[in-house]
């Protein structure tokens, strides 16, 4: 937590409370010199062509799987990720330096265009420093997810990382430089969140994505608008998990514990509302607490962990809460519900209805709201009756029906008869307050650039 008095941050492995490192916060001097670097690279940068870059990201790809365990193991230890699922996080961003390396050319080809003239074409120009706020429950793929689409761009990125995966940071900077990047097209800023306001309004910084809670994505969001300057935001979700009553029950249920479970709870396309039809609503719960009470709860280092404990205890405290006030207004635990520390064992609640914070709220931990939908009308209403709107999971074996309610669900994506997940070649966000744009995919490199017309007469 920051130290006020001596501008620092540490850094705290919140399953042993055992401090990992002290870091010192940049002074508004250093910040300043810092995005000139920044842009002083951009100039150089942005005249690479693509075939360099992407000799870059392969190197980049390479050093990812050869560190895979000493930064999964960072990982673990900054915010408690269950080792197991650190490692897959690392492999996956090396999936996705390949995945660019490969095909952002191809997504930012000149495209050509019927006009007056006797030419015309749309081409894709880098915008220049590109700031990135992001959050500690997935630190290593969320800061990819933005730098390498970005970076592949021609632009140059700046990351502010949340002040409990500092370390996660400078080790991301570090494999930059050593993967043979440009010092400073990719930079860690050991900032606090207040110190972002200034960031943001330097000139050189052109665009800003953030990653988090509803407060800081408006916050960002108001910043950058009264500067003109492009936001992307992937904030929180109540994600639905809508289970109909020709369902494979025991594959859904099964599916159901690790899509609330992943990452001990803590992700915003997490399923965590789950409604059920009244047909297969006792059938489902039953499969669902089976399963989910297989899962082993305790040291994230330990391979043979499932769930390990919150990021930090005032996050689990927090949770405690809300299943506390969600009980007081009716709702029951047919499993878990205890805290110990950080630690907070996977939960189901069920008779959980609209005004409890389990139907209203997002919770960020192993907790699954379970809700009867009365018919298919009704859980397609349930669903949409949110103030969220990231990801959503349906279940049928009728793909006709299938598709029909997937267009009438408010969200970024329908999964039909699988988990939510983000993948390099699907765009991927939110409507709502969910946030707005679109990260991966063909979408996501499109965000942060100039889309310029050429005409010739």
Known sequence: MPDKSKNTVQTIN???????KTY??????EITEKLQNSEDAFQDWKKTGFAERS???????????????ELATLMTKEMGKPITQAKSEVEKCAWLCDFYAEKAEEFLAPVAKKSDGSEAYVRYDPLGVILAVMPWNFPFWQVFRFAVPSLMAGN???????????????AMESLFLEAGFPKNVFQNFLISGKQVKQVLENNHVKAATLTGSEGAGSSVAEIAGKNIKKTVLELGGSDPFIVLDDADIKTAAKT?????TQNSGQSCIAAKRFIIVKEVYEEFVEEFKNEMATLKMGDPMDENTDVGCQAREDLAKELAEQVQKSVEKGAKIILGGKRDKAFYEPTILVDVKEGMPAFDDELFGPIASVIKAENETHAIE???????GLGSSL??????????????IESGSVFINGMVKSDPRLP?????KSGYGRELATNGIHEFVNIKTVWIA
Do not use: Y
């Open 256 to 260: 159901a514990v690790k899509a609330r």
């Open 156 to 170: 140059v990125g700046v990351l502010k990382h949340s002040s409990n995966s500092f370390g996660c940071g400078e």
């Open 55 to 69: 000799e870059l990201f392969r190197k980049l790809s390479l050093l990812l799987k050869e560190k895979e365990q």
């Open 395 to 408: 279940w049928t074996k009728d793909m006709e029906k299938a598709t029909k309610i997937a267009s009438q």
């Open 382 to 388: 349930l669903a949409n009756d949110s103030e969220f």
């Open 428 to 432: 991927f966000g939110g409507i709502k």
């Open 14 to 20: 919140p399953a042993t409370n055992e401090v990992l």
């Open 24 to 29: 010192t916060l940049l002074s508004e001097s």
